[in-house]
């Protein structure tokens, strides 16, 4: 039983607390702000909340603002759940969403080559 709470718990915090952003939190115009993840520490002390932001060059401003009302935050979410304990959450930067992104471009790049030279080649 405990295996299966920690997954939906993750996604509890994760659909509520992306609600809360999106309708109460005032953002930059042309910030979008991502939720990738949420990871929970078996305890439910903590909560791990991942964010992506783009532009990139806005990550720090906006991790710096979710964390000055992180409080808010969690007393918006502490009403919204229906449960105890209600981990504390933490704002986390994702990283794996930008290494992802450039694997994604080295590989259009290299398919780039790829292409160039095959086009060499058949001239």
């Known amino acids: 039983m405990a295996s299966e709470r920690i997954p939906q718990v ?3 915090i ?10 109460e939190v005032d953002l930059p115009e ?3 702000v991502t939720l990738t993840r949420v ?11 991942y964010i992506s932001v783009l532009p990139d060059e806005k990550t720090a401003e906006i991790l710096g603002t979710l964390k000055k009302i992180v409080y808010s935050l969690q007393q918006k979410l ?11 959450i933490m ?11 450039r694997v994604e471009e ?8 790829k292409s160039k030279f095959k086009n060499q080649n058949l001239k």
Do not use: H, Y
Request: hydrophobic content about 40%; glycine content about 6%.
């Open 30 to 32: 042309g910030v979008l």
């Open 78 to 88: 502490n009403k919204r759940l229906k449960m105890r304990p209600i981990p504390k």
């Open 91 to 101: 704002f986390v930067e994702e990283i794996a969403t930008k290494e992802a992104g």
């Open 39 to 49: 990871e929970t520490l078996p305890n439910l002390i903590e909560s791990k909340v």
């Open 106 to 113: 080295l590989l259009e790049e290299i398919r780039d080559k």
């Open 10 to 12: 993750n996604q509890l």
């Open 14 to 23: 994760k659909k509520e607390l992306g609600q809360i952003i999106l309708r």
